[in-house]
């Protein structure tokens, strides 16, 4: 087989590279380890970046999201009993949008099968070669059959575990990671949200989050020990335990439910240096990974995207290299940015097994800080609505 670009990862990042690809007529083929429905299955975060809904517009698959999906102008942040309001649109003129990854998911799949383009899935075996030269290739297994598919560029688009990043020499990228010690323990719920914008709350008993995915549908975290297992934590016990963790005016006003979905992530910060070798560029987690306390690990694998594309179209519109050349500098960039901001959020908002008191009255004195002073929030509005591309 020959494409143009192959797009190793079905997911959200590798989709939305491939749909904007087809759109400007550059052949792609999509290769995805899982199963359609797996994939569509996973349960991911929901806060969309003002660049990233333009990205999808670009793309055709913005419909149904603007339809849809709930535009936010702000968000709460909760301490001591009390939560203040970081107002996102007269701190930067811009909103963000909760959209479920998943939806977003539907819409580009549904895209590429009206395209007419080529998806494998149950993809098993993929081994990358000869990405030093001009013409890289993908070999894999697919329904019993081995596959080879030549191309010009390949996309590595899948994630932390997938084979493109290790495709990459060990003497040849460096890795930077810090693991968090402790989770996130999330359930879905048939139940309208708690309050209209998202409240992230510091608690003395750990971290919480309320979020949504609509307005029936709600998404809530709340900060537990990687110990733990979601088969520990009853429903009842959940919804007694974030209560405790809400200022009680929220708490008061929140619906409860049974889960239809429950489940415990770690933590982590990862990022691998440089995001490019050969004719291979990684994008998304393949390359990075943020704690989800900003919102930020699809908003940054959409930034990856942006540049990937522009500098795919200057290739191959104008036999102009350059931007492939630079991609991992200029992407490298916005990720640290990216990362710095997560990291900034995880530590301002959670309890650390280490913590002295004078590391909790630092905490609190920078939430105070953010209360009051707007400077502070229009630091926090513009990282949280998304950096420039």
Not at 134 to 146: I, L
Request: a negative charge; hydrophobic letters at 40%.
């Amino acid at each position: 087989m020959r494409t143009q670009v192959a797009v190793i990862g079905g997911g959200p990042a590798g989709l939305l590279l491939g749909q904007l690809l087809l759109r400007q007529g550059i052949e792609t083929v999509v290769l995805e380890r899982r199963s359609r429905e797996y994939v569509l299955a996973r349960i991911r975060a929901g806060v969309l970046e003002t660049g990233l809904t333009e990205l999808a517009a670009e793309a055709g698959v913005a419909a149904r999201m603007q339809a849809e999906g709930l535009v936010h102008d702000g968000t709460l942040l909760a301490y001591d009993d009390r939560s203040f309001r970081v107002d996102f649109e007269a701190l930067t003129d811009k909103t963000v949008l909760v959209y479920g990854q998943t939806e977003l998911t539907k819409d580009l799949y549904d895209a590429r099968d009206a395209a007419g383009g080529t998806t494998f899935f149950n993809c098993e075996d993929v081994t990358l070669h000869d990405i030093e030269t001009d013409r890289p290739s993908v070999t894999f297994t697919h329904d019993g059959q081995s596959k080879t598919l030549v191309c010009d560029v390949i996309a590595g688009c899948d994630g932390f575990h997938g084979p493109s990043r290790q495709a990459i020499p060990e003497d040849k990228r460096r890795e930077y990671e810090k693991t968090y010690p402790f989770g996130w323990l999330g359930i879905l719920s048939r139940t309208p949200p708690v309050d209209e914008e998202l409240i992230y709350a510091n608690s003395a008993r750990g971290f919480a989050l309320c979020s949504m995915r609509g307005t029936e549908l709600s998404r809530y975290y709340i900060q537990c020990p990687l110990s733990d297992s979601p088969d520990d934590w009853e429903d009842a016990r959940f919804w007694d335990e974030l209560k405790r963790r809400l200022p009680e005016e929220a708490a008061d006003h929140l619906v409860t439910g049974p889960s239809i979905d429950k489940s415990i992530a770690p933590l982590r910060s990862f990022v691998c240096e440089p995001m490019q070798y050969g004719r291979l560029f990684l994008c998304g987690d393949a390359a990075h990974i943020v704690p989800p306390t900003g919102a930020k690990g699809l908003n940054t694998a959409a930034g990856d995207v942006s540049y990937l594309y522009r500098a795919l179209m200057q290739f191959y519109s104008d036999s102009d290299a350059h931007g492939l050349e630079i991609y991992s500098q200029i992407a490298l960039q916005r990720v640290w940015k990216t990362q710095r901001f997560s990291w900034w959020m995880t530590n301002l908002l959670h309890r650390f097994p280490d913590q002295s008191e004078f590391d909790l009255r630092m905490q609190r004195a920078e939430l105070a800080y953010l209360e009051t002073s707007e400077a502070a929030r229009r630091n926090l509005a513009v990282s949280y609505v998304g950096l420039p591309y």
